[in-house]
């Protein structure tokens, strides 16, 4: 290859590269349960808080696997019935935390608050992760753009699914070190 042709595809690959394509140990991260409809904040290795959501009125509507935030928005523009951000009539609530399910780009499906705070807990949506205004805005105040969230319906614990994904520390008490213990 040329050095021209070198440069082109090394600028491709870095534009279309994810922003934090595998999660490092103790990166922020974020599980989503559909059995349970919660949804744990991981970050430096323990899960720092837990919240109930809302999701899809079928399984299928709330897409499962590992995705990436790719938007974030305060009070979020409600296209499909021209409802500004910050009216009371959005269902989009005061956050919306997007990420790339099926090719969207944060645009289609998201973590987002809601203006029906009494559908948190049950399957309502048609297809997003709904939040508390509250517990939203405080979300959206840890993550950036590029933190994974991965979405699974099953019957382990929080803790049980990030395990698996890798994204908890194995803390151990220092007296069961057994380099201390020599000591």
């Not at 600028?11 to 999660?23: A, D, E």
């Not at 048609?126 to 991965?150: A, I």
């Amino acid at each position: 290859m040329t050095g021209g042709r070198t440069l082109l595809v090394m600028l491709v690959v870095s534009v279309l590269w994810p922003l934090n394509p595998v999660p490092e140990p103790g990166d922020p991260y974020i599980i989503i349960n559909k059995s349970s409809n919660k949804l744990a904040f991981i970050d430096g290795g323990s899960i720092v808080k837990e919240y109930p959501v809302a999701t899809g009125k079928k399984e299928e509507l709330t897409p499962e696997g590992e995705f990436t935030i790719t938007v974030k928005a305060v009070r979020p523009y409600y296209r499909k019935q021209d409802i500004q951000g910050g009216d009371p009539d959005n269902p989009l609530g005061s956050r919306w935390i997007g990420f790339d399910a099926e090719n969207t780009n944060g645009r289609v499906y998201g973590i987002h608050g809601t203006n029906r705070s009494s559908s948190i807990g049950g399957y309502v949506s048609n297809g997003c992760v709904r939040m508390h205004n509250d517990d939203v805005n405080e979300l959206f105040e840890k993550v950036e753009n590029g933190v994974k969230v991965w979405i699974e319906s099953s019957p382990e614990s929080m803790g049980d699914a990030a395990k698996k994904r890798g994204v908890l520390f194995d803390r151990k008490p220092l007296y069961l070190n057994e380099d201390l213990k020599k000591m």
